[in-house]
């Protein structure tokens, strides 16, 4: 069974960061390619990341490009993202997700139930 | 930025009866190479995230219900509920992944 469990959310001050990391399990964590998506409660979805299944191929949302870095570790099945100098607006609860191929172009096949993450002073 | 919208913003059907959702995107999201549309649909019901339903457009994902289908080239799609049950009362999202990856606003399904 495929299992996307993310940790690290939690209450930041604005200007501080924050590292939202994605244990994964039941799958070849290193044949696909993973995404982190986020959304407002109650509202939409918003895509903020993506990794090719070696990191050799990155992508970022304009709302977040300069500020966050994606990463994984294949060794470990683990993915990550990295959000500096956070905002009111990336308040949100960000998704770990499984793409179902290796590229960043792909369906989005599986995913985590969700860390909160909010941006408040 | 490739640009998905949706419509309705929301709906209600009746049990049994019809649902169409329509998604269209800015440009074009057919690859002329394979012949595929980037284009996927997603359930999401409260307290839960997406779940996949529809991809390539059309593709029903394993174990998806066959009252489920998608269909549409270019840059105008639809999901389909051919019989709508209680249990489809969710928010449905269209998504693009031709061009980075953007959705849709999504469409709030209820019961009539």
């Known amino acids: 069974e495929v299992q996307l469990v993310e940790s690290g959310g939690g209450l930041v001050e604005p200007g501080r960061s924050l590292r939202l990391s994605c244990a994964t399990s039941?799958?070849?964590?290193?044949?696909?390619?993973m995404h982190w998506v986020r959304q407002v409660p109650g509202k939409g979805l918003e895509w903020v990341a993506g990794i090719s299944w070696n990191s050799a191929g990155k992508g970022y949302a304009d709302s977040v490009k300069g500020r966050c870095t994606i990463s994984r570790d294949n060794a470990k099945n683990s993915l990550y993202l990295e959000m500096n100098s956070l905002r009111v607006d990336d308040t949100a609860l960000y998704y770990c997700?499984?793409?179902?191929?290796?590229?960043?172009?792909?369906?989005?096949?599986?995913w985590g139930q969700g860390i909160l993450v909010t941006v408040s002073s | 930025d490739i640009v998905m919208t949706q419509s309705p913003d929301s709906l209600a059907v009746s049990l049994g009866e019809r649902a169409t959702i329509n998604c269209r995107s800015s440009?074009?999201?057919?690859?002329?190479?394979?012949?595929?549309?980037?284009l996927a649909w997603f359930q999401q019901k409260p307290g839960q995230p997406p779940k996949l339903l529809i991809y390539w457009a059309s593709i029903r994902e394993s174990g998806v219900p066959d009252r489920f289908s998608g269909s549409g080239s270019g840059t105008d799609f639809t999901l389909t509920i051919s019989s709508l049950q209680a249990e489809d009362v969710a928010v449905y999202y269209c998504q693009q992944y031709y061009s980075s990856h953007t959705f849709g606003q999504g469409t709030n399904l209820e019961i009539k």
């Open positions: 039941g799958f070849s964590f290193d044949d696909y390619a």
């Open positions: 440009q074009s999201i057919l690859y002329s190479s394979n012949n595929k549309n980037y």
């Open positions: 997700v499984k793409e179902q191929g290796r590229t960043e172009a792909g369906p989005l096949d599986y």
